[in-house]
């Protein structure tokens, strides 16, 4: 979920709240000594946007993400045994891309957006767990969004609140004569 301000129809800028739901199911380990782990991920981030382009059904922006959050990362040796948690990891992330949405109504957006995240964690003990966990969320995200223009919403709930309004003055006023 994410909250910001608009300045200007060109610049946005805000936070949000992210996580993945399901965890990331990933093999590691050696051939003899094989462990799976189970990589869950959540942060927060803030965000600058740069809108290139914004018409009545149209809108093309490019995000530039800067992230901080925690993973947690579970093992286990073989895939009977439940995963027991090893810890939990601070992570920066860094993410550019590239949003389009269509407005289906005034209010209301179908999108796409590709781009690419760089996660930054660097382990001098465990440099396994690093890898594991740069590999889990390095590279080309993609994603479909909806998204809701809070801003035109309340304009078009305002004017249907103001018709109605109008309707029963009017109404009124015939009714009196």
């Known amino acids: 979920?994410?909250?910001g301000l608009?300045?200007?129809?060109?610049?946005?800028?805000?936070?949000?709240?992210?996580?993945l739901n399901p965890a990331i199911h990933q093999q590691g380990g050696t051939e003899q000594n094989p462990l799976f782990h189970l990589i869950d991920f959540s942060y927060i981030n803030i965000f600058g946007e740069?809108?290139?382009?914004?018409?009545?059904?149209?809108?093309?922006?490019?995000?530039?993400?800067?992230?901080?959050?925690a993973t947690t990362v579970s093992?286990?040796?073989?895939?009977?045994d439940a995963f027991v948690s090893n810890r939990t990891v601070r992570l920066t992330v860094t993410q550019i891309s590239a949003v389009g949405y269509y407005k289906i109504w005034k209010w209301l957006g179908l999108g796409v957006s590709i781009g690419y995240?760089?996660?930054?964690?660097?382990d001098q003990n465990d440099p396994q767990l690093s890898e594991i966990v740069t590999t889990a969320f390095d590279g080309p995200p993609w994603a479909i969004k909806t998204k809701i223009?809070?801003?035109?919403?309340?304009?078009?709930?305002?004017?249907?609140?103001?018709?109605?309004?109008?309707?029963?003055?009017?109404?009124?006023?015939?009714?009196?004569?």
């Open 6 to 19: 608009e300045f200007n129809q060109t610049l946005r800028f805000g936070f949000a709240l992210n996580y």
């Open 50 to 69: 740069y809108i290139i382009l914004n018409n009545q059904r149209w809108e093309f922006s490019f995000p530039l993400i800067l992230d901080g959050g």
């Open 117 to 122: 995240r760089n996660v930054t964690y660097k």
């Open 149 to 177: 223009y809070v801003g035109a919403l309340w304009r078009t709930l305002l004017k249907k609140k103001a018709r109605k309004k109008q309707k029963t003055i009017d109404r009124g006023t015939i009714d009196s004569q």
């Open 75 to 80: 093992s286990r040796s073989n895939e009977q």
């Open 1 to 3: 979920m994410r909250l």
